[in-house]
C-alpha cells in the first residue's frame, strides 16, 4: 500500500518508527509536511500538491498533526479524504479531541467516568464555578493546552480566584478541576489500536510537580491495567471517533476517570516502556481496514 504520515519532521521517533514498520511490511511509505502541502480546493478532482508536485492517490493516510497547526492540518487531511485515502483517524474526529471541553461534553454524555469539571465565562462567577469543582485544591487548564503546558494546580481558594480571573483577564478559554489526589502525580496512558489497548504505561510526575507529562520530567513504566480501565479507554476512544488513540486515566477513589483523549499519541515513551512494537500495530490495522473511500468524513465537512 502507499502510505502518507502527515508529520512536520522525519527525524521524530514516532515518524521514523512508523516509516520502519511501513517498509518492513512491504509498505510504501512517504513522509508529507502538511504546512508545505497545498491544493485546489474548488477542484472537482481533489489532489493535493507537495513542494510543486502532485501527490500520487494513497491508500491511507496516518495523521500526526501537531496541536498547533490542527486547523491547518485537518483541512489537508481532509482533501485526502475527499480523494478516497483512508485515514487511520478521521479529520473530524482530530478536530473534537482537541478541544478538551467538547471532549469532555461528549463522553460525559455515555457515561463515562471523569473529574468534576467547570466551565465559565465572566469573572463574577468564579465562586460558584470553584464550588462546582468541589473547591481547593483544584486544577485550572486551558483548553487548547497541551504536553502538561497550561496546566495549574491552585492549592488555595483564593490561589484558585487569581488565576482563574488572571486566566479570564487574558481572555483564555480555561475549565476548572477537581483536583484527584489519590493519583499521587500520576496517570496511566492506554493506548488504543481498534478496540484493543495494545500497550499502557504508568506516568509518574517528578517530585515536587503533579503533572505526569513525560515533556514536563515524568518517567514511564510498565503497568498492569484492570479489565474497568481497559473498557473504559476503548469506550473513550471508540466516543471520540478515533481509532488510534492515548487516553489518559487518572486511578481515583471512585475508579478511573478520563482526563483527555489524545489523537496522535507519541510512541516513544510507550514502546520504550513496554518493548513493544506499536507501530507494528497501527501498519497492521491499517492492513485490515483500509479501503477506498472508508471515512465517514467523506462529503460531509
Ligand atoms: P495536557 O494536555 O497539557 O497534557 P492534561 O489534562 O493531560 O493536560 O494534564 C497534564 C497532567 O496534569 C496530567 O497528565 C496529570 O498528571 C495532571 N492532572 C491533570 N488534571 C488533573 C486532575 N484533575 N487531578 C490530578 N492530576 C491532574
Ligand atoms: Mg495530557
Redesign the pocket.
Known amino acids: 500500500m502507499k502510505i502518507a504520515i502527515l508529520s512536520r519532521n522525519k527525524k521524530l521517533y514516532s515518524t521514523r518508527r512508523l516509516v520502519e514498520a511501513c517498509e518492513q511490511r512491504g509498505h510504501e511509505p512517504m513522509v508529507i509536511d502538511v504546512l508545505r502541502s497545498y491544493m485546489n480546493v474548488a477542484s472537482s478532482n481533489p489532489e493535493v500538491h507537495f513542494k510543486g508536485d502532485t501527490l500520487p492517490n494513497f491508500d491511507a493516510i496516518i495523521p500526526r498533526i501537531g496541536a498547533s497547526v490542527t486547523f491547518y492540518g485537518t483541512a489537508v487531511l481532509r482533501q485526502f479524504e475527499m480523494m478516497g485515502a483512508y485515514p487511520l483517524n478521521e479529520s473530524v474526529a482530530i478536530s473534537r479531541s482537541r478541544d478538551?471541553l467538547r471532549s469532555l461534553q461528549l463522553l460525559s454524555r455515555r457515561g463515562i467516568g471523569m473529574?468534576n469539571t467547570g466551565f465559565a465565562h465572566d469573572p463574577d462567577d468564579i465562586p460558584d464555578l470553584i464550588k462546582m469543582a468541589g473547591g481547593a485544591p483544584l486544577?485550572i487548564?486551558l483548553l487548547e493546552?497541551?504536553?502538561?503546558?497550561?496546566?495549574v494546580l491552585a492549592e488555595t481558594k483564593k490561589a484558585a480566584e487569581s488565576v482563574i480571573e488572571a486566566f479570564m483577564g487574558l481572555k483564555a478559554n480555561i475549565m476548572v478541576?477537581?483536583?484527584?489526589?489519590e493519583?499521587g502525580?500520576?496517570?496511566i496512558r492506554c493506548f488504543v489500536v481498534g478496540d484493543k489497548v495494545v500497550a499502557a504505561i504508568k506516568?509518574q510526575?517528578q517530585p515536587g510537580e503533579?503533572?505526569?507529562?513525560l515533556h514536563r520530567g515524568?518517567s514511564a513504566s510498565l503497568v498492569k491495567i484492570s479489565p474497568q480501565e481497559r473498557a473504559t479507554a476503548v469506550k473513550a476512544a471508540n466516543i471520540m471517533g478515533l481509532n488510534v488513540a492515548g487516553v489518559?486515566l487518572?486511578r481515583s477513589e471512585r475508579g478511573p476517570l478520563v482526563?483527555?483523549v489524545n489523537s496522535s499519541p507519541g510512541l516513544e515513551g510507550i514502546e520504550t516502556a513496554t518493548g513493544k512494537d506499536v507501530a507494528g500495530m497501527i501498519i497492521g490495522f491499517i492492513e485490515k481496514n483500509a479501503k477506498p473511500h472508508r471515512t465517514r468524513t467523506r462529503g460531509k465537512g
Not at 493546552?145 to 496546566?151: A, R, S, Y
Not at 503533579?210 to 507529562?213: A, T, V
Open positions: 478538551k473529574p486544577v487548564k493546552g497541551t504536553q502538561g503546558i497550561g496546566v478541576q477537581e483536583y484527584i489526589k493519583a502525580g500520576s496517570d506516568r510526575a503533579f503533572r505526569s507529562n515524568g489518559d487518572l482526563m483527555e
